[in-house]
C-alpha cells in the first residue's frame, strides 16, 4: 500500500520531506513502521516494512491513482479534484445515511415480529415457538448458524396462506400434503429481513469504515500547505515545488540547509502557498516533468523561463478564486488563457467584433481591449 505521509514525533510528514532514509517514520494508520521509497521510476511513497496495512488508505485526496493527464491548467484540475472529493464525500454520506435508515426499519420489523411469535404459543405451542426464538438468536450471532425453521409453523390459525418466498399454497394445501420450507405469509418481511441480515450488517460496517478512514485521510490531507518557492541558488533561478504539514519556516530553512550543500548562497522567495490542494504537487511535477531540474537526489526542483514562471504564478493565484474571475479581469483574462484550445474564431477587420473564444463549452466574444490582453499572452508564451 502506497502511502504519502508518515508519523513521526507526534508530526505528519509529506514522503517529499524526507531526505533521510534511516529516519524512523510511523504509519498513521496502524503505527507501525515505514519505509521510504524515492527510487528514480516510481512515484515517491512510503510502505510498510513487512506486510502491508489492514487499513485501506483512500487514493481520492493525493491523487496516487496512476499516469494523470497534463493537459488541464493547474487551478482548473485543482478546482476539479476538489468537486470530485466533495462529490464523493456527499455520496458516502447519503449511502451511509440510507443504509442505517434501512437498518433501523429492519430492526422495527425484527421486534415486531418477535412479539407476534410470542402471541402464537398458544396456536403452535410453546416449545416450538421457543425453538424457533432461540433458532433466530443463534442466525443473528452466527453466520454459519442454520437458518430458522419457519417452515415448522403449521396451523389453520394461519388463514392468509403460505409462501416459499416465490410460489403460493393456502394453509388447505399446507395440511393435505407436506410443503418443505414454505412458512407463513404473515412472516415473509421477517424472513427476508433474516436471509438479508449479515449481508445488510456487513454493507453497514463497511460503509463506516470507509467514512472513517476517508475523514481520517481528509484530516492528514488538510494538514498539508502547497507550496511553490522562488531560489536563487549562487547565479541561477530554480523553482521548487513541495508540501508541508509544519510550520513553513521550519520547511524553508530545511530545504536553505539542503541546498547549501550544493551552492556557496541560497536565497528562497515564497510565490505562492495554500492548505486542501495538496494533490497537485504530483500533478505539477508531471506536467512540467521536461523542466524538471535535478540537483543530487533532489526530484522536487524545476528551471522555468521568466515568462513560464508567471504563468504558473497566475495559474496558481487563480486558486484563490471561487469558480471563474469576474469579466473584465486580469484574472479573467488569465483564466481565459489557461483554459481555452489556443483559438480565437470569427476575428474579422469590423471594429465590433474582436473573435470568439470557448471555455468549459461556453462561448465568450471579446471585447477590444480583452481581445489585445489575450492576444498579448498568447505572444508572451511563444517566447
Request: proline share 2%.
Amino acid at each position: 500500500m502506497k502511502i504519502p505521509y508518515g508519523v513521526k514525533d507526534g508530526e505528519i510528514f509529506h514522503i517529499s520531506e524526507i531526505i533521510d532514509r534511516s529516519i524512523v517514520v510511523l504509519c498513521p494508520y496502524c503505527q507501525k513502521e515505514l519505509v521510504a521509497k524515492k527510487g528514480k521510476i516510481k512515484q515517491h511513497h512510503f510502505a510498510h516494512q513487512n506486510g502491508s496495512c489492514t487499513q485501506h488508505f483512500s487514493n481520492h485526496l493525493f491523487g496516487l491513482e496512476g499516469k494523470l493527464l497534463v493537459d488541464m491548467a493547474l487551478s482548473t484540475f485543482a478546482k476539479s479534484k476538489q468537486h470530485r472529493i466533495k462529490m464523493y464525500e456527499e455520496q458516502l454520506m447519503r449511502q451511509l445515511a440510507e443504509k442505517r435508515r434501512w437498518v433501523k426499519e429492519e430492526q422495527r420489523i425484527f421486534q415486531k415480529n418477535r412479539a407476534e411469535l410470542h402471541r402464537l404459543k398458544e396456536v403452535v405451542g410453546p416449545a416450538l415457538v421457543e425453538q424457533l426464538l432461540a433458532e433466530i438468536e443463534q442466525f443473528c450471532a452466527y453466520k454459519i448458524a442454520p437458518f430458522p425453521a419457519f417452515h415448522l409453523l403449521r396451523s389453520n390459525h394461519f388463514s392468509e396462506g403460505y409462501t416459499d418466498g416465490k410460489r403460493q399454497c393456502t394453509a388447505a394445501e399446507i395440511r393435505e400434503g407436506y410443503k418443505e420450507y414454505y412458512y407463513p405469509n404473515r412472516f415473509e418481511p421477517f424472513v427476508n429481513f433474516l436471509k438479508n441480515y449479515h449481508q445488510t450488517n456487513q454493507q453497514l460496517s463497511d460503509l463506516e469504515a470507509k467514512a472513517i478512514i476517508f475523514r481520517r485521510d481528509l484530516a492528514f490531507f488538510e494538514n498539508f500547505g502547497l507550496y511553490f518557492l522562488k531560489i536563487k541558488a549562487d547565479h541561477q533561478i530554480i523553482y521548487k515545488i513541495g508540501l508541508s504539514s509544519r510550520e513553513l519556516s521550519l520547511r524553508l530553512a530545511e530545504i536553505e540547509q539542503t541546498l547549501t550543500s550544493f551552492f556557496l548562497r541560497v536565497d528562497i522567495d515564497l510565490l505562492f502557498y495554500q492548505k486542501g490542494v495538496a494533490f497537485l504537487e504530483r500533478y505539477f511535477k508531471q506536467k512540467y516533468q521536461s523542466h524538471q531540474y535535478k540537483i543530487g537526489q533532489l526530484t522536487e526542483y524545476f528551471s522555468f523561463s521568466n515568462s513560464l514562471a508567471a504563468l504558473i504564478i497566475k495559474d496558481l493565484n487563480l486558486l484563490k478564486i471561487n469558480g471563474a474571475p469576474k469579466r473584465g479581469t486580469e484574472d479573467w483574462i488569465d483564466w481565459v488563457f489557461l483554459n481555452f484550445n489556443g483559438k480565437i474564431y470569427g476575428k474579422t477587420t469590423s471594429t465590433s467584433s474582436y473573435g470568439q473564444v470557448y471555455v468549459n463549452n461556453q462561448c465568450y466574444s471579446l471585447t477590444s481591449l480583452e481581445f489585445r490582453a489575450l492576444t498579448k499572452r498568447m505572444n508572451l508564451k511563444t517566447e
